[in-house]
Nanobody
Framework: QVQLVESGGGLVQPGGSLRLSCAAS????????MGWYRQAPGKQRELVAT???????NYVDSVKGRFTISRDNAKNTVYLQMNSLKPEDTAVYYC???????????WGQGTQVTVSS
């Protein structure tokens, strides 16, 4: 089993940047497909970005060109660099680990991102 702990959320003005981190422990991090999800109030949780063990990335259309997901297998950490933030990016962001068969094995506790002037 893998445990995930997010950090880096906060309040930022529109157009600003934040970097989220997700530290993993308890299992072999490099095996997993890592992802970031988000859930805004009153909305369903949505997948934002994923990165495979080999470094292949995918993004939801609404964040393409603004967000970058990356991973450091030596540090057991996955990152989400968020630039040009918009109020509609406001949500709780969750880190997620999946097997190579895309079965979720763990969620983080979530970190709040608020984009507001």
């Amino acid at each position: 089993q893998v445990q995930l702990v997010e950090s880096g959320g906060g309040l930022v003005q529109p157009g600003g940047s934040l970097r989220l981190s997700c530290a993993a422990s308890g299992s072999i991090f490099s095996r997993y497909v890592m992802g970031w999800y988000r859930q805004a109030p009153g909305k369903q949780r949505e997948l934002v970005a994923t990165v495979t063990s080999g470094g292949t990335t995918n993004y939801v259309d609404s964040v393409k060109g603004r967000f970058t997901i990356s991973r450091d297998n030596a540090k057991n950490t996955v990152y989400l660099q968020m630039n040009s933030l918009k109020p509609e990016d406001t949500a709780v962001y969750y880190c997620n680990a999946k097997t190579t068969s895309w079965v979720t094995v763990s969620w983080g506790q979530g970190t709040q991102v608020t984009v507001s002037s």
